[in-house]
């Protein structure tokens, strides 16, 4: 699996009931064509990661066909889920947005 592009947001919680702050990472991967997740036109990973200080985890993600916009009912490998942690994590933290983030 391949990330080839990305976007980034903040997920705002103007009621103040989670603690730490939430990102969405929209993600489009590339797969191998004998991936039972390949789709000819891609996939976009929907994840929404929690930041609690520097602990950063996957609260959820949505694996989306990018040629219907169709949910998919997979979940990741844990290789996979370990990769797409890393970089958000990667991202997160990039260019002194660390300080940004506490």
Do not use: H
Not at 40 to 49: K, P, Y
Not at 73 to 80: G, I, P, Q, R, T
């Amino acid at each position: 699996m391949n990330i080839t592009q990305f976007s980034i947001e903040e997920i705002l919680d103007p009621t103040n009931i989670i603690e730490g702050k939430r990102f969405e990472f929209l993600l489009d991967v590339e797969v191998d064509e004998d991936d039972e997740l390949y789709s000819a036109a891609g996939l976009e990973i929907r994840v929404i990661v929690g930041v609690i200080e520097k602990d950063v985890r996957i609260v959820n993600y949505f694996i989306i066909d990018k040629s219907n916009n169709e949910f998919l009912d997979f979940a990741l490998e844990e290789d996979e889920e370990a990769m797409v942690l890393a970089f958000c994590k990667e991202e997160l933290f990039a260019d002194s947005n660390e300080t940004e983030i506490q």
